[in-house]
Structure formats: structure tokens, C-alpha cells
């Protein structure tokens, strides 16, 4: 297979993984909306899709796959995280007039935006199925030369996403400038995130991930 094929492949991969409804990226779009660090959001989430995506080349991704307990913890903090965001989002939708179109210089400071960001990005286990597990598998089965372009297909698929789901949230904003509409956007992704941590839950209940 040749280093073209190989990119191709793990941008494919990786653009059909990663679009998607999902905790993450209803947080980059909310960001973006409020054109709130977006700069550092995006940088932040697609730094971590090449770092998770690599170690699962590498391997990792096998290891973690042996223990069950890690995946059931992560699984348990994601839940949790999720259900308190989500709570957070539907108050917030429950006060259409403290809610903004624009974050100008940003109500919250970068700090904890990006310990946000972290939160979404690495207390969600099925980021780990997704990028360590299922994209480090497929990598693996490429020749150790192409692994590395296998990589930088995925990750530039990974990149060019968040950027379009950052950046170009702000062409929205003018329909999101009335306090009505950021009321429904903010409860259906409260919504969002509740459903995706009841989902989270009934795997607790129900078994393995």
C-alpha cells in the first residue's frame, strides 16, 4: 500500500468517526457561537485526537482493551461529567437573558474553558474506543513506514473538523443573537449531553462497554 493510500485511509477513518453528535463537539460548537477561545479549544481537541490516535498505533490501544476496570472508571466519570454539564446547560436555557451570542473578551477565563475541553475530551470513553482502540487497530495493520502517514491522515481530518466546527459557528450567530435562541440551543444541548450520560449509565448497568 503506498504512503498515499495510507493517508487517505486514516482521513477517512477518522472523518467518519469523529462526525457525529457528540458531548465534544456540542462544546466546540457552543464556543465557537460565543466566540469564546475558540482558538485554543480547537488546538486543544485536535492535539488530543493526534496524541490518543498515535498512542493507539503504537499499541496502546491493544493494553487498554486488557483492562476492563479502567474503562468502567472512565465510563463512571464520564457520566458524571456529562449529567452536571448537562444540568448546567438546561438552567442556563432556563435564563434566556443571561445568555449571549457573543462572549467578546469571554465570560469564563481560558483556564477553565480548557479544563472544560479536557473534561469532555478525556472523560468520554468512547473517545478511547474511537481513537486508541478502533483507529489503532486499523493503523497497526499498516507496514511500521506507513504508520506514520496513517497517522497524519487522521489527524488532519481530526483538525480540519474542529476548525470548521469552531470557526465556522460564527457564521450562525446572527440567526443565535435573540436570548429566545440560544434558550433552545442551550436545552437541546443539555439534552444532549443528559441522553449521552444515561447512555453512559446504562452500560454501567448493563455490562461492559
Known sequence: MTDTSAF???FAL?????VAIGAQNAFVLRQGLRCE???????????????????????VGAVLAQVPALLLALTLGGALF???YGML?????????????AGGNGTASLRSVLARTAGFTFLNPHVYLDTLLLVGSVGAGFVATERPVFVAGAAVASALWFVSLGYGARLAAPLLA???????????IGLI????AA????RLLGGPL
Open 37 to 59: 477561545h475558540v482558538g485554543p479549544v480547537v488546538a486543544f481537541c485536535a492535539a488530543s485526537d493526534l496524541l490518543l490516535m498515535s498512542a493507539g498505533v503504537a499499541g
Open 8 to 10: 487517505a485511509s486514516g
Open 82 to 84: 456529562l449529567a452536571s
Open 199 to 202: 447512555g453512559l449509565a446504562g
Open 89 to 101: 446547560a438546561l438552567r442556563r436555557a432556563a435564563r434566556p437573558a443571561a445568555l449571549q451570542a
Open 178 to 188: 435573540r436570548p429566545q435562541a440560544w434558550r433552545v440551543l442551550e436545552g437541546v
Open 193 to 196: 449531553m443528559l441522553g449521552l
Open 14 to 18: 477518522s472523518a467518519a468517526l469523529i
